[in-house]
C-alpha cells in the first residue's frame, strides 16, 4: 500500500486555480521528485499536503488515513515533516535547540512532558547529538540560528525535520540559495537520509540534482500533472522539454534544458 | 524607612507584573498592552470579597489568581484570531472595558471605587509594611521561579518557537493556539494575583487606576529592561519604578518620561538595557569570556 497518496487533489485561491486535480502515489522508501517550471504549484502541493494550506476538492491518504486539511502540527504527529522553501529557523534560538523542540513527540506524550525540563530527556539529547554530527553542525551547535549561513541554514531545517523521526519528509527546494560547491555534498546527505529508510518527497528547481536522486519524477505545469516516470523517462519526455523551453524556467541552459545529470 | 518600605513594596508590585508580563511579550512575542486590566481584576475581586463578603485575604489571593487567569485565557483566545497590530489595539481596548465595567457595574462599587479594604491579618499581628513587602517579595519570587523553570522546560522553549517563526513551530508538531493560551492564562493569572496585595496595601481601589496609562507603565519597564528575559524585566521594574521616586520632578511628569523612555529604547535599544541580545548583555558576555575559556581549559 502507498505510503501517501494524493487523489484529485485541487486549491484555488480566488479565481486561481493553483492545483488542478492532482493525482499521486508515493511507495514506502521511495524518492519523488516533483519539478516543473516556476509557478507550476510545487509547493502549494507541498503546502496542501503538510497542512499548511486546506484543499478546496480532493484527498490526501496518509499511511492509509485521510487526512486532507489537518493542520500542520497534526501532520508532523502523524509522520510528515518538511523543509521550507525560504529557510525558516528559530533565529533566537541555538542550533541544538532548534533541533530539540523540534523532538518534544506525539501530541499525548508531548502535553505530557510539555511540563518537564528538555535536558532530563537523555534520549532526545542523544538523538540531537547524532543529527547534528550528521548534518555537519557539531561545531556551531551552541550558536543562535539566525547566524548561520544559507549552506547551514538548509542542513539544520533537515537535521530538525528529521528529529522526531518522520515516515515521510518533504523537502522544499533545498538546494536554492546555496552555491554550486555546495549541491553535491548536500545531495550526497539527502541521498543518506533516503537510504537509511526513509520516504522523501523533493520539490526541486534544479533539475539535474533532482534527477540524479529520484526513483520518480512528477513534472507540473502551470496546476496540472503533465508527465511521470523515471528520470530518464522525464528527460526525453516531449511535454516536460515543452514546458520548460517554453518559459525561462530551469537554470539548466542547453539544446535539452533538463541537461546532463548531475 | 517606612517611606523606604512603601517604594520597596510598589517596586516588587511592578516587578511581578512585568515579569508575568514578559511570559506573554517577550517568551511568545504576543503584544499585550491590558496587563494592568489583569491587575485591576485581581485588586478589585479582592476588595469586593473582603469588605462586602468578609472572606479572608489568604482566600482572596487564589480567587484573584483565578478570575484573572480566566480573564487572561480569554484574550489568549481572542487573539488566535487576531494579526499581531489588531491584537494590539485590542489589548488597548480592553484597559477601557474594563475601567467601564469597574465604573458602571454595582458590584464592583461604581465610580468612587472601594474604600477600607481590611488589613491582612496573621493571627492578631496585623500587615505593616514590612509584611507587605516580604509577601510582594515572595509573589515575586514565585512568579519569577515560574518564569525560570519556563524557559527550561518543553513548553517554554515551544514558546520561543512560536515567537520566532509560528508556521515552522507548526510544522515541527507545536500546538501554536493552545500554547499561546497557555502564556496568556499564566500571565494575567500572576498579574491577579499581586492585584490582591496590591488593593489591601492602597486599602482603596478606584477604576480609573487600572487604565490604559497603567498598562503603558509596565510595558515601558520591560522594554526598557529587555524583552524575553526575568532579568531585564526586573531591571526595568527596579529602575523606572525607583526613577520617580529618586527624582521628584519625574513624577510630575511620569507618562511624559516614560513615553519619551520607550520610544529612544524601541528606536536605538530595542533589545532593551539586559535583553538578549543588548549591549550591556553582549558586553558582560565578552568579559567573561575569557574567564569561560581558562575555566575550559583548566585541569578537569
Known amino acids: 500500500m502507498a505510503l501517501l497518496e494524493v487523489e484529485r487533489l485541487t486549491v484555488r485561491f480566488g479565481g486561481l486555480v493553483a492545483l488542478d486535480a492532482i493525482d499521486l502515489a508515493v511507495e514506502k522508501g521511495q524518492f519523488v521528485s516533483v519539478i516543473g517550471p516556476n509557478g507550476a504549484g510545487k509547493t502549494t502541493l507541498f503546502n496542501a499536503i503538510a497542512g499548511a494550506i486546506r484543499p478546496s476538492e480532493g484527498l490526501v491518504r496518509f499511511d492509509g488515513r485521510e487526512v486532507q486539511g489537518s493542520p500542520s502540527a497534526r501532520m508532523s504527529h502523524l509522520g510528515v515533516r518538511r523543509s521550507f522553501q525560504v529557510a525558516r529557523p528559530f533565529a533566537s534560538m541555538t542550533v541544538r535547540e532548534n533541533i530539540r523542540v523540534a523532538a518534544a513527540g506525539k501530541a499525548l506524550l508531548q502535553s505530557l512532558r510539555c511540563l518537564g525540563l528538555r535536558s532530563r530527556d537523555r534520549g532526545i539529547a542523544e538523538r540531537v547529538d547524532e543529527l547534528l554530527e550528521t548534518f555537519g553542525l557539531a561545531r556551531l551547535a551552541e550558536r543562535k540560528a539566525g547566524e548561520l549561513n ?85 528527460r526525453r519526455d516531449e511535454r516536460v522539454i515543452a514546458a520548460y523551453l517554453g518559459k525561462e524556467g530551469s537554470r539548466s541552459t542547453g539544446t535539452n534544458p533538463l541537461g546532463g545529470g548531475a | 524607612m517606612s517611606y523606604l518600605l512603601v517604594v520597596g513594596v510598589t517596586i516588587a508590585i511592578y516587578a511581578v507584573l512585568t515579569v508575568a508580563l514578559n511570559m506573554v511579550v517577550g517568551y511568545v512575542g504576543q503584544p499585550n498592552l491590558a496587563q494592568s486590566a489583569f491587575l485591576g481584576l485581581g485588586a478589585y475581586f479582592a476588595a469586593v470579597l473582603s469588605t462586602r463578603y468578609h472572606l479572608g485575604f489568604w482566600w482572596t489571593i487564589p480567587v484573584a489568581f483565578g478570575v484573572a487567569g480566566i480573564a487572561g485565557f480569554a484574550l489568549g483566545a ?198 538578549e541580545a543588548s549591549a550591556v548583555s553582549r558586553l558582560v558576555g565578552r568579559l567573561a569570556s575569557p574567564l569561560r575559556k581558562s575555566r575550559d581549559h583548566g585541569p578537569a
Open chain 1, 150 to 234: 544559507m549552506g547551514e541554514l538548509r542542513r539544520l531545517e533537515i537535521a530538525r525535520a528529521l528529529s522526531s523521526r518522520p515516515s515521510l519528509l518533504l523537502l522544499d527546494e533545498p538546494a536554492a540559495g546555496i552555491g554550486a560547491d555546495g549541491i553535491g555534498p548536500l545531495a550526497q546527505l539527502i541521498r543518506g537520509v533516503h537510504r537509511s529508510g526513509l520516504t522523501v518527497m523533493l520539490v526541486e528547481h534544479y533539475v539535474g540534482f533532482a534527477l540524479s536522486l529520484s526513483d520518480r519524477v512528477v513534472v507540473l505545469d502551470e496546476g496540472r500533472k503533465i508527465a511521470e516516470g523515471g528520470p530518464e523517462e522525464v
Open chain 2, 78 to 275: 481572542i487573539s488566535l484570531r487576531l494579526r499581531e497590530d489588531f491584537l494590539a489595539i485590542t489589548t488597548i481596548g480592553l484597559n477601557f472595558v474594563m475601567v467601564a465595567v469597574f465604573q458602571y457595574l454595582p458590584f464592583f462599587g461604581g465610580a468612587v471605587g472601594i474604600y477600607s479594604i481590611p488589613v491582612p491579618s496573621i493571627g492578631e499581628h496585623h500587615f505593616g509594611n514590612l509584611d507587605y513587602l516580604i509577601l510582594a517579595a515572595a509573589m515575586l519570587a514565585l512568579v519569577v521561579g515560574v518564569s525560570k523553570y519556563l524557559e527550561r522546560s518543553w513548553l517554554g522553549a515551544s514558546l520561543f518557537a512560536i515567537r520566532d517563526d509560528e508556521s515552522a513551530a507548526a510544522s515541527v508538531g507545536i500546538p501554536v493556539a493552545s500554547y499561546k493560551v497557555v502564556a496568556f492564562t499564566l500571565s494575567a493569572a500572576f498579574a491577579g494575583m499581586v492585584g490582591s496585595l496590591y488593593a489591601p496595601f492602597l486599602s482603596a481601589v478606584t477604576p480609573t487606576s487600572f487604565g490604559f496609562t497603567e498598562s503603558v507603565v509596565i510595558l515601558s519597564m520591560l522594554i526598557f529592561g529587555g524583552l524575553g528575559t526575568v532579568r531585564g524585566a526586573l531591571l526595568g521594574a527596579l529602575v523606572l519604578g525607583a526613577l520617580p521616586e529618586a527624582f521628584r520632578f519625574i513624577s510630575n511628569f511620569r507618562l511624559l518620561t516614560y513615553g519619551v523612555i520607550l520610544l529612544l529604547m524601541l528606536r536605538f535599544q530595542p533589545q532593551g538595557l539586559a535583553g
